[in-house]
């Protein structure tokens, strides 16, 4: 029997405000996991939902994934709370649309500072506390764009074949401190991120080889599994969680 088990252990997702990282999150303090959830622009109101959850699980943390300083603060506070960090989810991702020839350099460097830069920061700074345990585990969200390239979203796509590289890279370096290093490729998933480009949903819906599609449940479950220690001994991966064939 395979035992799904992410009772007490500690999991760390940037951008779990809204949107996948929030449902990561929901699902895991259900699941009995003790949970960061740390967000950057949401207003507080938005993180309701975490409240009634005992205070014991959960940490809510703001702190721009970009910000070395604020990053570090944020590992500070988990350490006092709860002692390690056994798993991170480098979730926390944005978009900023054009075409290539009407980018803007600044659309570039954002998306690329926070979708990149921002994963390179969080996981260099917990991957010390993991290097400390000798074990962990950091599941980058990268994107099936990051491998098919993506229209008007040259900077969008180049980040994530950037985070597919930063996850073969650090599992290379980490494995001998026992730490699993993975990224996932999610489908279409409706979220904030691209509520307005509704388009997008069909699109993703007509390429799919199933009648329905709708990724974000079988996602988590597997973000479930790879968190439980049924999940021990594959490193520098990168799942595709989703039923395209052509992107
Ligand atoms: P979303 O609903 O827009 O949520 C994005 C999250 O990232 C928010 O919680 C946001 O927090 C956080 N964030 C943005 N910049 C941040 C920063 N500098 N510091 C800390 N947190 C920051 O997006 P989503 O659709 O759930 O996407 C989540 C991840 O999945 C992203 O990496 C995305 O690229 C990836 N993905 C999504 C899809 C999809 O179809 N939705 C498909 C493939 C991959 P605040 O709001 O508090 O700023």
Redesign the pocket.
């Known amino acids: 029997m395979v035992i799904i088990d992410v009772v007490n252990k500690t999991i760390v997702i940037?951008?779990?405000?809204?949107?996948?990282?929030?449902?990561i999150a929901l699902k895991l303090l259900n699941e009995g996991a003790n949970v960061i959830v740390?967000?950057?622009?949401?207003d507080p109101s938005?993180l309701n939902v975490f409240k009634g959850f005992p205070c014991h699980k959960l940490l809510l943390c703001?702190?721009?994934?970009?910000?070395e300083e604020?990053v570090l603060e944020m590992c500070n506070k988990i350490s006092k709370k709860f002692g390690s960090i056994d798993v991170l989810i480098?979730?926390?991702?944005?978009?900023s649309d054009s075409p290539i020839l009407e980018m803007t350099n600044d659309q570039w460097r954002s998306v690329l500072?926070?979708?990149l830069t921002?994963m390179f920061i969080c996981s260099k700074i917990v991957a010390k506390y993991m290097v400390n345990n000798q074990q962990g585990k950091i599941i980058n969200?990268?994107?099936?764009?990051g491998q098919s390239g993506s229209e008007n979203q040259a900077n969008?796509s180049t980040?994530?074949g950037g985070?597919i590289s930063l996850t073969k890279s650090m599992a290379i370096e980490l494995g001998k401190y026992n730490i699993l290093v993975n990224a996932?490729?999610?489908?279409?998933?409706?979220?904030?991120?691209?509520k307005n480009i509704e388009f997008?949903s069909y699109a993703?819906q007509k390429a799919s080889v199933l009648k329905y599609h709708d990724s974000l449940y079988d996602l988590i479950n597997f973000v479930i599994f790879m968190v439980s220690d049924s999940f021990s001994s594959i490193s520098g991966q990168v799942f595709n969680l989703d039923s395209r064939i052509k992107v």
């Open positions: 940037t951008g779990s405000s809204k949107g996948i990282g929030r449902e740390n967000y950057y622009k949401s938005t703001k702190a721009d994934i970009t910000n604020e480098n979730n926390a991702g944005i978009i500072e926070t979708n921002g969200i990268a994107s099936l764009k969008y980040s994530k985070v996932l490729c999610p489908g279409f998933i409706s979220t904030d991120m691209n997008k993703a």
